[in-house]
């Protein structure tokens, strides 16, 4: 579990962005997404989304398909407007609900990469934490710390760890970059998760 990722980057197709829809943002979060979309496609990697056309959404959506990026995005018919669903995209799916935004997102991802964001984007992370947490889905789970957006909640997570509320080994569940550019090599790093999490999933005195 906690062996070195014996693939690179390039087996990496598909991958999961959560990002905020907020327009009211600095404009250094911004620009950070275009370049996290404009470098995944540049790397030959089809990107899966909230199908956003503001915020940073928006911004990496628009940075991967200005260097011919594959982009899919999967939206609830209900968030449509809300969220100005991008009109220019691969790819559009519209669904019923939540929950099936973010199982049609994940079910076919080789990996996730977070980009600041709000309660939803949180959700998002920790359903994909949960998951990888019990051996559900396994690919490389990539936070990008703009700014120090997520300084905090990089400090809880290393509480619940502290206090026994999550193992040593979960820490592994995730790798932290500050910049886009940092992306591949981060997956390049990761660790390989195996189905078998499942058999340490709990916290006992040997695992804690």
Same mark, same amino acid.
């Given at each position: 579990?906690?062996?070195?990722?014996?693939?690179?980057? %390039? %087996?990496?197709?598909m991958v999961t962005v959560y990002?905020?829809?907020?327009?009211?943002?600095?404009?250094?979060?911004?620009?950070?997404?275009?370049? @996290? !979309? #404009?470098? @995944?496609?540049?790397? *030959?990697?089809?990107i899966i989304?909230?199908? !956003?056309g503001g915020g940073l959404m928006g911004a990496m959506a628009d940075g991967a398909l200005s260097k011919? !990026? #594959?982009v899919f995005g999967v939206v609830p018919g209900f968030l449509q407007d809300l969220e100005l669903t991008h009109r220019g995209l691969t790819g559009l799916k519209v669904v019923g609900d939540m929950r099936m935004r973010k199982h049609l997102m994940l079910q076919d991802s080789h990996a996730v990469v977070t980009l600041p964001g709000g309660s939803g984007t949180y959700e998002e992370l920790f359903e994909a934490l949960t998951m990888k947490r019990l051996g559900q889905w396994v690919g490389p789970i990539i936070?990008?710390?703009?700014? !120090?957006?997520?300084?905090g909640? @990089? #400090?809880?997570? *290393? %509480?619940?760890?502290?206090?026994?509320f999550m193992g040593r080994s979960h820490l592994n569940m995730w790798s932290v970059v500050d910049e886009p550019?940092?992306? @591949?090599?981060a997956i390049d790093n990761a660790y390989v998760w195996e189905s078998?999490?499942? #058999?340490?999933?709990?916290?006992?005195?040997?695992?804690?």
């Open positions: 579990m906690t062996t070195k990722n014996l693939l690179d980057s %390039h %087996h990496v197709k990002a905020s829809s907020s327009a009211a943002l600095k404009p250094v979060y911004y620009d950070a997404a275009r370049r @996290l !979309g #404009e470098i @995944l496609a540049l790397a *030959g990697k089809s989304y909230g199908a !956003g011919n !990026g #594959e936070i990008i710390n703009t700014n !120090g957006f997520y300084d909640l @990089l #400090e809880f997570l *290393g %509480h619940s760890v502290a206090e026994r550019e940092q992306v @591949l090599a078998d999490a499942l #058999e340490f999933a709990n916290v006992t005195t040997a695992n804690a």
